[in-house]
């Protein structure tokens, strides 16, 4: 017999009725994050509803001690992916963390079950090819076949580091003597500053602009979903869990980061530096100034999110990992879609004349 009982809200937007389903399971989830806050759910589909033929919905589940809240999709792919229908987490690629938010965190027996009944009624309730959940992170995560650990997720406890001089303690010798000149070889050329901005109005054109082409500068491959970055800094600064700073070396804007601010932790999500700076370690120097903002404001933790990048080992004390599980529907014709994509794959692979 069935321990939970599900049901789905399907919508197109953002409502007040959404924004308040959402709002109550990030405030009250044992296991909350910021990728389910209403401001940053709204940014999403508000992004990909115009670009992608997707069906927003959000599955609500009770048992006998435990709710959860889990936002998710239905993304009709088109003809290059051979028309498959993938249910996903709403957030997708773009957002680090898809944990359901559950009212009290499960056992893995608990999740093991949650997942599997999960599964049996998303398949009554759809026609999907495959279900792909991902970013779900070791505090939710089943001991059970078929997940996938995926990336490492560095973070800095910040409970023991309550000033400047505590953090300027637990970095090595060498980093903390590299961000002291660094700071010092800035200041001779222009005032070192942070500017914050509040609200998306305030923020110059130019300064987004360049702030965009910089960051494509250093990652020309990553992909930039129209207007997303922009719908992040509109629906999020007026919410207060988006935080957008600028770090300036006299008038001239060196270093960008836009992140995320939420239940005393704060996510390190998209930095960028100024090419014609890059000798004066300007997103060193910023990143060092958003720890000590954090500090400062009384958070508990310093998210570095996905990647194990090397710098992130020097400015952090923990880690988690994101996990992931695909659920391929066995019907004929997902067979065939998926054979199609496999061909069209190895044709693609070719060496070109």
Known sequence: MSDWKFSI??????????????DDAVTSSADSHVFFHPALMEAWIETYRPLRHIDFFIVTGNS??????????????NWKHAFLKNIIAIGY????????LFQRIP????????????????????????????????????????????????????KDIDNEEALMSFFSTSLRG???????????????????????ESIPKDTCAEFMRQHTLRWPNAYKAPHFHENLLKYGLKEGVVHFSVLKCG?????????FSFNGTYYYYMPAGNQDYLKF?????????????AI?????????????????????????????LTVTSKDSKTTLKRKIMNIRRYITALPQK
């Open 9 to 22: 809200k399907e919508f197109g937007k953002v409502d007040d009725e959404v924004r308040r389903l959402l």
């Open 64 to 77: 006998h001690n435990n709710h959860v809240v889990f936002p998710m999709a239905l993304w009709r792919r």
């Open 93 to 100: 690629s773009d957002y680090d963390y898809h944990d359901p």
């Open 107 to 158: 056992d893995n027996a608990e999740i093991k079950q949650f997942l599997e009944e999960l599964k049996v009624f998303l398949q009554n309730q759809f026609s999907f090819d495959i279900i792909c959940l991902d970013g779900v992170t070791d505090n939710v995560l089943p001991s059970s076949e078929g997940w996938v650990q995926n990336e490492m997720c560095p973070y800095l406890d910040l």
């Open 178 to 200: 590299d961000i002291r000149r660094q700071i010092r070889r800035i200041n001779e050329h222009g005032e070192l500053r942070i500017v914050e901005y509040r609200d998306f």
């Open 251 to 259: 008038d001239v804007e060196i270093a960008w980061h836009l992140g």
């Open 281 to 293: 370690s300007p997103v060193k120097i910023h990143l060092y100034h958003l720890v000590l903002r």
């Open 296 to 324: 400062k404001l009384g958070y508990a933790t310093f998210d570095h999110l996905r990647g194990d990048e090397t710098y992130k080992s020097g400015w952090s004390n923990g880690y988690k990992h994101v996990n992931s």
